[in-house]
């Protein structure tokens, strides 16, 4: 048989491989070949529509851009009329009622005595916070809010999310994730018995008007000439060596660099190689089972103008649900006469999830945190399990990664993306994108990969395009995005 060389081999076509491919094709490098299992290009941003006409994305998809150029691409996809701007209101389900987000701003909402644990813990947590630096996220965690916030809030509803208790991930990556309590914003509140919710004029995100977070990138994946793609027939055989993949069908092709954004701990097994498969097993990551509930009539009044909210409590399995047919009525099948739920849970090593039930279980989790009621008419059920669903960023991942991603990087083989370089920190959709199109640029340009290698650096701006440390380096300035 004969085997295809080609000087770059790009394998997955979700938001990584295409920020990759869609780059180098600006760069004015045509040779290279997007490989992917799948017939259709998204990875875990794709979307489906369901046999009773409903679109369901992989769990809620929500747009944070950090980049100048991402914001561009977005153009490309879907212009600047193929979008739908929502407030980014979200809320958390608790002692029986809703409390805005962000939490710690919102406490009046409690019944006075929690109210008052809250505060205690703050109020000592701020009096303690110059003592060393925590260890894990839940120190990081108590350090920061204090027992009574930990206790009621934080440290059930992380578990729930990332399927391990917080003592086993780690307390960099948190960085602008969770907001610094302000003790005066806080009694404030209290005292005024005033909402503070994170939503505002300026806290906005888009939607795509049709077909789902998935139409992004299947319109960019179109952008990408036919030649270039091959999908449809995932690599199942790595030979780092001789520098070649061979696929499901049976086709090869050699490369001279490969960039990878398959997970991680795959890539190692796929190679082959003992050592890095030891260490690659030590990384965690948990599954999500995302289950989408599209129903007859309307939201209830609770429901109208609500995106998401948080569950952290044990009468439902899921840590997080989205209004989706709020995102776009075009979500589902008939507007204004359907409307739709959809649910995360998580599971892991340290969280069993009935593959059988979860459905079952998530419904009734809905009736008893009052979303949907007996009378409700449930026309739709969807179920997919994604089997990496959060790359988790456990304690000893940054050093497992400092050895393995350079470890590849000698034999030329370059791992990115969400689970590729499994850093949660920088694994949303624009973080990916950009991680796709800055292996292009290093290895086309040899720029500094600023979003893998700084996520502290990217995600504390907006970064504008191209990049300042980049014009500072003193390279002549990229053109295109
Ligand atoms: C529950 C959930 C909620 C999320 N919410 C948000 C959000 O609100 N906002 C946001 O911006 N992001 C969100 N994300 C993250 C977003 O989905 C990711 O940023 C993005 O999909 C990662 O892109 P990627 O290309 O790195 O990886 P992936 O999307 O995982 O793509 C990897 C690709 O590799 C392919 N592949 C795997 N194995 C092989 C093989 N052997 N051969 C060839 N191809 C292979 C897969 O088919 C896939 O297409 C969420 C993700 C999840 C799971």
Redesign the pocket.
């Known amino acids: 048989m004969t085997i295809e060389h080609l000087p770059l081999l790009i ?8 920020g990759a491919a869609l780059r180098l094709l600006e760069l004015d490098r045509q040779s290279f070949r997007l ?4 017939p259709t ?5 794709a979307s489906f529509v369901d046999a009773r006409g409903f679109t369901w994305d ?7 851009s950090h980049y100048q150029a991402f914001d561009r691409y977005m153009e490309l996809a879907l212009g600047r009329e193929g979008w739908i701007t929502h407030q980014r209101e979200s809320w958390i389900w608790m002692r029986e009622r809703f409390v805005p987000y962000p939490f710690q701003y919102n406490l009046h909402r409690l019944p006075g005595p929690e109210m008052w644990q809250c505060v205690q813990g703050l109020m000592a947590a701020a009096e303690g916070s110059a003592e060393g630096r925590p260890a894990d996220f839940e120190q990081w965690i108590l350090k920061t809010f204090g027992q009574g916030i930990a206790d009621i809030f934080l440290l059930p509803y992380n578990f729930k999310v990332w399927a391990y208790p917080p003592a086993m991930m780690n307390a960099h990556w948190v960085g602008e994730r969770v907001a610094v309590p302000d003790l005066r914003t806080v009694l404030k509140s209290i005292c005024l018995g005033e909402d503070n919710p994170s939503w505002g004029p300026n806290n906005t995100f888009r939607f795509p008007l049709r077909g789902g977070t998935g139409a992004i990138w299947s319109r960019l994946a179109a952008r990408i000439p036919r030649q270039n793609k091959h999908f449809g027939d ?3 055989a790595l030979d780092a060596a001789h520098r070649q993949v061979t696929t499901a069908s049976g086709a090869r092709f050699g490369y001279d660099r490969l960039i990878s ?3 991680l701990d ?1 890539l190692c097994q ?1 190679i082959s190689d003992p050592d890095l498969i030891e260490q690659t097993d030590r990384l965690k990551y948990s599954s ?1 089972h ?1 289950v989408g509930i599209g129903l007859r009539g309307q939201p209830p009044e609770a429901l109208r103008t609500k995106c998401w909210m948080y569950f952290p409590e044990d009468d439902c399995p899921f840590y997080r649900v989205t209004v989706f047919s709020n995102y776009s009525p075009n979500n589902v099948p008939e507007p204004g006469a359907t409307w739709s739920l959809m649910a ?1 849970v998580s599971e892991s090593s340290c969280k069993a999830v009935d593959e059988q039930s979860v459905v079952e279980d998530v419904i009734r989790g809905m009736r008893a945190t009052r979303l949907i009621d007996e009378q409700d008419a449930i026309i739709s059920r969807w179920h997919r399990r ?1 089997h ?3 790359p988790t960023p456990s304690v000893e991942r940054d050093a497992i990664l400092r050895e393995v991603l350079p470890a590849l990087e000698a034999r030329d083989i370059y791992s ?5 370089a499994w850093k949660y920190e920088v ?6 994108l950009m ?2 199109v800055e292996i292009a640029e290093r290895l086309v340009n040899g720029r500094e990969e600023l979003t893998l290698l700084r996520p502290d650096l990217v995600n504390g701006r907006f970064n504008t395009w191209p990049y300042p440390e980049w014009k500072e380096a003193g390279r002549p300035t990229p053109t295109a995005a």
Request: glycine residues 24%; negative net charge.
């Open positions: 394998l997955g076509a979700g938001p990584t491989g295409l490989i992917d299992t799948e290009a998204g990875g875990l941003a992989l769990g809620g998809h929500v747009q944070f995932g690599i199942v954004t398959i997970p795959r796929l999500v995302v995360e994604l990496h669903g959060y990115r993306g969400r689970f590729g694994s949303n959709q624009d973080h990916s991680q796709g």
